[in-house]
């Protein structure tokens, strides 16, 4: 298997999995007849852009951001739903960014679960422990991002 069939697989196997460790990803991947070492495996995982978000019940799972099945998009939606509920305590804006805070420990998660679920009107997130700042497109309206966000208590 090649590098870019293995990198499929990957992807294929995050999709229709809960994978919680890269010792079970080497498992499936193994099942699948693509035997590969660790250190392989962490540099296929960085090159997609692999992240460990909170699966919304008891523990993180990995997620391959942009990567548009449906049937993952649905269910990673829901986890970054999930995320956002769960995290999120106040927004405000000003020009052009805006600035959420989040129980504290919760921005980096919440900011990944915005990225991910693609606001209309949200460029970007960058985040810290407890805060957040999205950056805004130009036509943005601060009232229809602020009211999505306080929608979400």
Known sequence: MDKIERMETIKEIIHENRIRSQEQLLSELLKKGCDVTQATLSRDLKQLKVAKISDGADGYTY???GYSKTIQQNVVSTVFLNDLKRGFLSIVS??????????????N???SAIDNVNIPGILGTVAG??????VLA???KHSD???FFRGLK
């Open 109 to 111: 998660s919440v900011a």
């Open 138 to 140: 130009e036509d943005a």
């Open 63 to 65: 997620s391959i951001p």
């Open 129 to 134: 422990d407890d805060t957040i700042f999205i």
């Open 145 to 147: 991002i602020e009211n």
């Open 94 to 107: 000003s020009g052009n960014i805006s600035v959420i805070k989040t129980i504290a420990g919760h921005a």
